[in-house]
């Protein structure tokens, strides 16, 4: 019978263990195209676009790159205050995790944790190119996953049909 525990023998090989081994800023961009003009006006709250989308590769048996992508901007246009880009990414550890749970821990857990770090990347550049902070409203990285493995087996289905 095995024990179970605090330091305790496992009969599956080991506990699981899921890290974050680093985490950085691969590629971001600010613009802030119509400053000074754009700093002085004093319109209504801007219309504010933002798209998100996280990626994976696989690095080695047990080590796995997330990348969070956050594009925005508010105004559009010729009216455009600003715009930005976020690539962040952060290096995950999953350790004695059965296979089959391995794509949702490193498509949902690993952007969970690392979008508290991109949300405040952006509100900082937002607030230093002259406007108020941006807080990206919390994300459902869950939900994302589900769409898309839904999308993808739509995609599948109208390949073989």
């Not at 994976?56 to 990348?67: G, K, P, R």
């Not at 296979?99 to 770090?117: C, D, N, S, Y």
């Not at 607030?127 to 108020?132: D, E, K, M, T, W």
């Amino acid at each position: 019978m095995a024990e179970s525990g605090n330091g305790a023998a496992n009969t599956q090989g080991g506990q699981p263990r899921f890290s974050v081994l680093t985490q950085y800023v691969k590629d971001f961009s600010f613009e802030n195209p119509n400053a000074p003009r754009s700093l002085m006006q004093t319109a209504s709250a801007p219309k504010i676009a933002m798209q998100i989308n996280v990626n994976a590769t696989t690095l080695s048996a047990t080590d796995h790159e997330v990348i969070l992508t956050i594009e925005g901007g508010a105004g559009e246009g010729a009216d455009a205050l600003f715009k930005f880009e976020l690539q962040y990414h952060g290096i995950l550890r999953l350790e004695n995790i059965p296979a089959e749970q391995v794509q949702p821990l490193v498509m949902i857990e690993g952007p969970r944790l690392l979008f508290p770090f991109a949300r405040q990347i952006i509100a900082e550049a937002v607030r230093s190119g002259g406007f108020p902070p941006l807080y990206v409203d919390p994300i459902d990285f869950h939900g994302l996953y589900l769409q898309r493995v839904a999308a993808a087996q739509a995609a599948q289905g109208h390949v073989t049909a």
